[in-house]
């Protein structure tokens, strides 16, 4: 049963953190593996007088959460069909990834950010892939590959080229066959004006409910407010579909994505590649390399995680750098969902992750 003075108390907090203009829209959702328990959207899709209110089906760019909800999960689809192998070798995938100190990197290093590689490039982002693949390959490594874990988009980026060659189609197409099975599993329907939205484009029709972000002052596009636009300038360069961000989504389809993974990630038997039972706890199993929290594209838990501190220890998920947020725990079978457009030019990054931790500790009784 749904504990109204808990819901009550972390929607009193995001409608704060628009009146505080961190963000213009907010929407959250939280459920278990077979249902929604709440949901919830309020603020403006913009901070302009005019702006059209948000509601559950305003999308959202996700940011990072590409990194998990996306890229991972094509990695293990890929993974299910043998078409890849957590401990094949980087240099076998990508010609240009060569030199004694990168050699023994793999792709189990690329989902863990222990790579050695650093988290952005030094200079401004280049454009399309075979650039970008010649940057990254290049870039000298920050520390010996599995001595540590350095939160890296640039890992990322190259899992996207690797999924999409081994994949033989782009990332977004591979998604489309994950994002087609979310729907399967969880009964959603797919087109028409209202249905969820989960993928790398955002249908025109769903254009006029997306909330806005705006570019940050380094990217070439300042000055411009983006709708249905990637905020990320790397992914942007990369026409808006990469490995490490690019994809939009409603509260509605993400919620539905996290509610099969957490089916996964609790046994349960006959979920579809590549929300399996065994790739589910695979995937969000805390890595060996010393000191991190990282797991195969996902974070987990920690005392000072951004769910807070209230979640079991088997409690797994990511961040995206808009202000969006995805926490699962399997223990306690529940799932929380947090959007707002942290990046519409207000919203600090320590604001949002005292958002976050507030959110998730006013809902731990749910």
Known sequence: MEDHTATAAAGALLRDAIRCRMCSAAAAEVGSSDRIIWRVACGTLSFAAEASQAGEDTVFDLASLTKPIATTSVVLALLAERRMALDERVSACLDEWRGDDRGSVTIRDLLEHASGLPARLVDAPPAGRREFEHEICAIPLEYAPRARSLYSDLGFILLG???????????????????ATVRA???????????PVLGFRVPREAHARTAVTRPLPDDPRKGRTLRAEVHDSYADRLGGVAGHAGLFGCVRGTGSFGRVVLRGARGRDGMPAPFSADASIMATRRSRVPGSSRALGWDTMLPTSSCGSLM???????????????????????????LTNRAAGAGTLDEMARLRRGFHESLAGV
């Open 312 to 338: 079991s220890p088997t409690a797994f998920g990511h961040v995206g750098f808009t202000g969006t947020s995805l926490w699962i725990d399997p223990t306690r079978d529940r799932y929380y969902v947090l």
């Open 185 to 195: 599993v969880s009964g959603d329907r797919a087109g028409g004006p209202n249905a």
């Open 161 to 179: 080229f690797i999924a999409s060659d081994r994949g033989a189609a782009s990332l977004e197409t591979l998604f489309e066959a994950v994002a």
